[in-house]
């Protein structure tokens, strides 16, 4: 099954994206992720990457349209995967149907007030990918990932200003994508502002 999770930045997509993924046997493709591990490698992408989303603003269509049509192509894709932070604007919604199928799309919906507050709480461990918060999900110690107690870390693009941007962009440029799906009769509605075992549940059982 090829999926697409929509919805805000902290509304749970790379949580429930992470888990699905890993129950499915199906990868995990995060473009967020991909441009992390681009930065953390100073690779020209990486590079060209790094302040735009910093800021919290979108990295140029092309370049990001060109390395997913990429990641699409490696085998482990070719029995399904789930898209999380991509598409994020339109052009890039019809590119991507240009080069592959899309079974379902699944939208995340969030009170715009939870968002703030799931964010800035957020912290990772950046080598697995694992995230907690310090409120909702909190590691067993804080600061350090449980499985192997290294420290976890607050991404750049979490700290208040950038989050209120990302929210911003997310509305111009993210949210006429639920239209988008919604006309190609595949979009997936769930509420994300539960806890999410109860998410997770809703999630599978919208998939079933
Ligand atoms: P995320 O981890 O999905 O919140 O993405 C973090 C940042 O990576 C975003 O704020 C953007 O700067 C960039 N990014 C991730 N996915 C995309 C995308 N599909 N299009 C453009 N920029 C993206």
Do not use: C, W
Not at 37 to 43: D, E, R, S
Request: no cysteine.
């Amino acid at each position: 099954m090829n999926l697409v999770f929509l919805g805000p930045p902290g509304a749970g997509k790379g949580t429930m994206a992470s888990r699905l993924a890993e129950e499915m046997g199906i990868p995990h493709i995060s473009t967020g992720d991909m441009f992390r591990a681009a930065m953390a490698k100073g690779t020209e992408l990486g590079l060209k990457a790094k302040a735009i989303m910093e800021a919290g603003d979108l990295v140029p269509d092309e370049l990001t349209i060109a390395m997913v049509r990429e990641r699409l192509q490696e085998s482990d894709a070719q029995n399904g995967y789930i898209l999380d932070g991509f598409p994020r604007t339109i052009p890039q919604a019809e590119a991507l149907h240009g080069f592959a199928t899309i079974d379902r799309a699944v939208r995340f919906e969030v009170a715009e007030e939870s968002l703030v507050k799931r964010l800035s709480g957020r912290r990772v461990h950046k080598p697995s990918g694992r995230i907690y918060h310090v409120e909702f999900s909190p590691p067993k110690e804080p600061g350090k990932d449980d499985v192997t107690g290294e420290p976890l870390i607050q991404r750049d693009d979490d700290k208040e200003e950038a989050i209120r941007n990302r929210l911003k962009v997310y509305h111009e440029q993210t949210a006429p994508l639920v239209s988008y799906y919604e006309a190609k009769g595949i979009l997936t509605t769930i509420d994300a502002s539960p806890e999410p075992d109860t998410v997770y549940e809703s999630l599978k059982k919208a998939l079933a």
